[in-house]
């Protein structure tokens, strides 16, 4: 499985971004994972932003995060994305896309990066002020 995330960049603060992570695989069936989003901010540890289930009905994001961010997910095009506006400096990290597999029926978004199965790269997000 490979997840390859771009879109990240250099913009002003009050700006927006859209993130973009692709899922390859030739067993990788896009729909059974759970998709997540971290990020890591210079000299700070990994952290969840969101999570968006394998259908694209449930979501979950940070408290702090949630109203600025939006995560949605294409099945069709095995990609999920990360809509950011009003960014702030403090949004400057790398950030990293994330698959779990669906292992129950009912499944809870994992906020923890232990959790995930695959990571992406990581694409790199630097809000100026």
């Known amino acids: 499985v490979q997840l390859q995330a771009s879109g990240g960049g250099f913009v002003q603060a009050g700006g927006s971004l859209r993130l973009s992570c692709a899922a390859s695989g030739r067993t990788f069936t896009f729909p059974s994972y759970i998709l997540g989003w971290f990020r890591q901010p210079p000299g700070k540890e990994r952290e969840f932003v969101a999570a968006v289930s394998g259908n694209g009905r449930s979501t979950k994001y940070a408290d702090s995060l949630e109203g600025r961010f939006t995560i949605s997910r294409d099945n069709a095009k095995s990609t999920v994305y990360l809509q950011i506006h009003s960014l702030k400096p403090e949004d400057t990290a790398v950030y990293y896309c994330?698959?779990?597999?669906?292992?129950?029926?009912?499944?809870?978004?994992?906020?923890?990066?232990?959790?995930?199965?695959?990571w992406g790269q990581g694409t790199l997000v630097t809000v100026s002020s």
């Open positions: 994330a698959a779990e597999r669906v292992r129950a029926v009912i499944q809870a978004l994992d906020t923890t990066p232990h959790s995930y199965d695959f």
